[in-house]
């Protein structure tokens, strides 16, 4: 049970290190799309990454063309606080790609708009938030897709 966590253009590099542990732990691949608002060897990415940074399956990829090409024929689901699915929706399989855009301003609004059907949101239950930290987004996507992917296959 894998999934494969998608940054597209991270800007805080505590974040990007706290999502490549988290990858590490949950046994997800890590893909990272450029440009980043830092360079990887900032050592806040290696702090929040701690020495695990090493072990993680890390691809990088020079723009979201060079994303796309080279991941042809997989699933994509795309998060974002513009979604109007509730992650726990999302029919989890192994090897999912789960996107995730940067903090900043979330997914670029064209792929939201050519995949509306694959946009997922976390609800918010306070209106004086618009969104959650990217790492903790992150993190909730993931378990719960382990748990999901989990509880598909304890009923097999």
């Given amino acids: 049970m894998a999934f494969n966590i ?9 974040n990007t290190g706290n999502i490549g542990r988290l990858s590490l732990a949950s046994g997800s691949t890590l893909h990272l ?12 990415v290696k702090r929040a990454g701690l020495d695990y940074w090493q072990h993680i399956s890390l691809f990088i990829y020079e723009n979201l063309e060079d994303f796309y090409s080279k991941n042809k024929g997989k699933q994509f689901v795309y998060l974002s606080s513009h979604g109007t699915q509730d ?10 790609f789960l996107v ?8 670029p609004k064209s792929i939201v708009a050519e995949n509306l059907n694959s946009v997922y949101t976390i609800p918010l239950f306070s209106p004086h938030i618009r969104s959650l930290n990217l790492a903790n987004a992150v993190s909730i996507v993931v378990y719960e897709g ?7 296959n304890s009923k097999l």
């Fill in 146 to 152: 382990i748990r999901n992917v989990k509880a598909q």
């Fill in 87 to 96: 992650y726990c929706a999302i029919d989890y399989k192994d090897d999912m």
């Fill in 6 to 14: 998608v940054l597209i253009e991270p800007e805080i590099p505590t």
């Fill in 33 to 44: 799309v450029k440009p980043f608002g830092f360079e990887l060897s900032d050592k806040r």
């Fill in 100 to 107: 995730f855009g940067k903090e900043s301003v979330g997914l």
